[in-house]
């Protein structure tokens, strides 16, 4: 049974950073490549960040180009997304996802966490 469980998500203050992590089980993160979207209060869920399977291509949402870093360790299989400079505008529930193709990491992953919660207060 593959799960993916977030975490690291809380309450920051505007300029704070934060790490999100996603832990993997039932796949091997390696042969996959993995995505970060968020979904605001009242708003519809929209892409954050992806890494192909083979790490050759990173995407970020414009919204997020140089604040946020995606990454994953393959020996922990763990993906991560790095977060600076938050603004109250980032608020939102973050899910991580995998897929085993690249472009449908992005448009519609198989793999969905359940989502963690970080909020930026102004």
């Known amino acids: 049974q593959v799960q993916l469980v977030e975490s690291g998500g809380k309450l920051v203050q505007t300029g704070d950073s934060l790490r999100l992590s996603c832990a993997a089980s039932g796949l091997t993160l390696s042969s996959y490549a993995i995505a970060w979207f968020r979904q605001a209060p009242g708003k519809e869920r929209e892409f954050v960040a992806a890494?192909?399977?083979?790490?050759?291509?990173?995407d970020y949402a414009d919204s997020v180009k140089g604040r946020f870093t995606i990454s994953r360790d393959n020996a922990k299989n763990t993906m991560y997304l790095e977060l600076d400079s938050l603004k109250p505008e980032d608020t939102a529930v973050y899910y991580c996802a995998a897929d085993l193709d690249s472009r449908r990491v992005i448009t519609g992953p198989k793999y969905w966490g359940q989502g963690t919660q970080v909020s930026v207060s102004s």
């Open positions: 890494i192909s399977w083979r790490g050759g291509s990173i």
